[in-house]
């Protein structure tokens, strides 16, 4: 794609729920300036409702470029393209069909720069899936639908943190509709798409993956379920037979119990409940969900739209801070790949010290 004058990655960032605490983490996490040495940055959204949070959590003193279009972004500065209804209310801490409106507006809206190639990174503040699906969404999250437009259809998600990557088979889901959902193909294209994105997005020359199982104790050989029998260990063996290292399936007790994590390079878990779980014991609120397989990095915080602190100025940007400098790195992996040399690498943990 064509770049930025200054050839800056261009950085596309969704609202989120307008009543929650979306707006606070993107302004909060936009305040450091090192954040821009690489990066320009887009938000769909409103400046209207952009200025009401500025406001309410006393962030003052910052750039703001109101644009109708990606064409019309600017470097070193917040740039806003507005997808609301200027008549749209802010209610803090409640969940309302405008604000599922406002947040698929602002979906659909990156999306379309995405699929013209405009966006490289596409970063997803945190929304209300019930919401959002009263306003007409049909998928089980943001990422299912970037994946669905751009016709990916080998995508994987994956939470990444400095201790654990781990992703898991299927997407956010009732129990009820698992078994019917994991099947040995899906899981072992979930293998694949795991590795591949292993080595392009972190660099990671030959991964080693465990795979977990579903039943309790992994089935016990059987006495728990056969599903790991019958339809884990056979994807696992069809991957190995291609060079994938895998292992598995564990049981995912001792596993984490034992930190057995920390011999492998990421972890496969079958439901994304098996895999949220132990992230956030893990890594904490200081992760990033990333989706893999997409031709667009695709990244946004771990944490929901946390009404309950909505307009209150207590909101963490670190996941969301993260989640950009995260994007970046994985971009410029890919670049390595590609035998481009890189945008200057400036992973996250750089970027806390130089805010502490």
């Given at each position: 794609?064509?770049?930025?004058?200054?050839?800056?990655?261009?950085?596309?960032?969704?609202?989120?729920?307008?009543?929650?605490?979306?707006?606070?983490?993107?302004?909060?996490?936009?305040?450091?300036?090192?954040?821009?040495?690489?990066?320009?940055?887009?938000?769909?959204?409103?400046?209207?409702?952009?200025?009401?949070h500025r406001k309410q959590v006393n962030l003052g003193n910052m750039v703001v470029n109101n644009a109708n279009s990606i064409?019309?972004?600017?470097?070193?500065?917040?740039?806003?393209?507005?997808?609301?209804?200027?008549?749209?209310?802010?209610?803090?801490?409640?969940?309302?069909?405008?604000?599922?409106?406002?947040?698929?507006?602002?979906?659909?809206?990156?999306?379309?720069?995405?699929?013209?190639?405009?966006?490289?990174?596409?970063?997803?503040?945190?929304?209300?899936?019930?919401?959002?699906?009263?306003?007409?969404?049909?998928?089980?999250?943001?990422?299912?639908?970037?994946?669905?437009?751009?016709?990916?259809?080998?995508?994987?998600?994956?939470?990444?943190?400095?201790?654990?990557?781990?992703?898991?088979?299927?997407?956010?889901?009732?129990?009820?509709?698992?078994?019917?959902?994991?099947?040995?193909?899906?899981?072992?294209w979930k293998i694949k798409t795991l590795n591949k994105s292993l080595k392009e997005d972190f660099a990671i020359r030959k991964?080693?993956?465990?795979?977990?199982?579903?039943?309790?104790?992994?089935?016990?050989?059987?006495?728990?379920?056969?599903?790991?029998?019958?339809?884990?260990?056979?994807?696992?063996?069809?991957?190995?037979?291609?060079?994938?290292?895998?292992?598995?399936?564990?049981?995912?007790?001792?596993?984490?119990?034992?930190?057995?994590?920390?011999?492998?390079?990421?972890?496969?878990?079958?439901?994304?409940?098996?895999?949220?779980?132990?992230?956030?014991?893990?890594?904490?609120?200081?992760?990033?969900?990333?989706?893999?397989?997409?031709?667009?990095?695709?990244?946004?915080?771990?944490?929901?739209?946390?009404?309950?602190?909505?307009?209150?100025?207590?909101?963490?940007?670190?996941?969301?801070?993260?989640?950009?400098?995260?994007?970046?790195?994985?971009?410029?992996?890919?670049?390595?790949?590609?035998?481009?040399?890189?945008?200057?690498?400036?992973?996250?943990?750089?970027?806390d010290k130089k805010i502490c």
């Amino acid at each position: 794609m064509e770049k930025t004058p200054n050839n800056k990655y261009v950085v596309g960032i969704t609202q989120g729920d307008i009543n929650g605490i979306g707006y606070e983490v993107i302004f909060k996490a936009l305040a450091d300036p090192a954040i821009y040495d690489d990066c320009t940055f887009v938000i769909y959204g409103s400046p209207k409702i952009a200025a009401f949070h500025r406001k309410q959590v006393n962030l003052g003193n910052m750039v703001v470029n109101n644009a109708n279009s990606i064409e019309d972004i600017v470097p070193n500065a917040i740039n806003i393209i507005n997808v609301c209804d200027e008549n749209t209310r802010v209610e803090l801490g409640s969940s309302t069909i405008q604000a599922g409106e406002c947040s698929l507006a602002a979906i659909h809206s990156a999306q379309a720069d995405v699929k013209n190639n405009l966006l490289d990174i596409l970063i997803n503040a945190p929304v209300n899936t019930a919401n959002l699906m009263d306003a007409g969404f049909k998928f089980a999250g943001v990422p299912e639908s970037v994946a669905h437009e751009l016709n990916c259809r080998n995508f994987i998600l994956m939470m990444v943190g400095d201790k654990l990557k781990i992703a898991s088979v299927t997407s956010p889901m009732p129990v009820a509709n698992v078994l019917g959902a994991l099947t040995t193909e899906k899981i072992y294209w979930k293998i694949k798409t795991l590795n591949k994105s292993l080595k392009e997005d972190f660099a990671i020359r030959k991964p080693r993956i465990a795979v977990l199982g579903l039943n309790p104790y992994a089935g016990d050989g059987g006495a728990f379920g056969m599903e790991e029998g019958e339809r884990i260990l056979p994807a696992i063996d069809k991957a190995s037979e291609e060079d994938i290292v895998v292992f598995g399936p564990y049981s995912p007790d001792s596993f984490f119990a034992s930190e057995a994590y920390t011999k492998f390079d990421a972890v496969l878990a079958m439901t994304y409940d098996q895999a949220v779980v132990p992230f956030r014991i893990i890594e904490g609120y200081g992760g990033v969900c990333y989706t893999g397989g997409l031709p667009v990095v695709c990244t946004s915080p771990v944490h929901g739209p946390a009404y309950d602190i909505a307009g209150k100025a207590e909101a963490n940007d670190l996941s969301m801070r993260n989640a950009i400098y995260r994007a970046v790195d994985i971009m410029n992996s890919r670049k390595i790949l590609d035998g481009i040399v890189p945008l200057r690498k400036q992973t996250e943990q750089v970027a806390d010290k130089k805010i502490c």
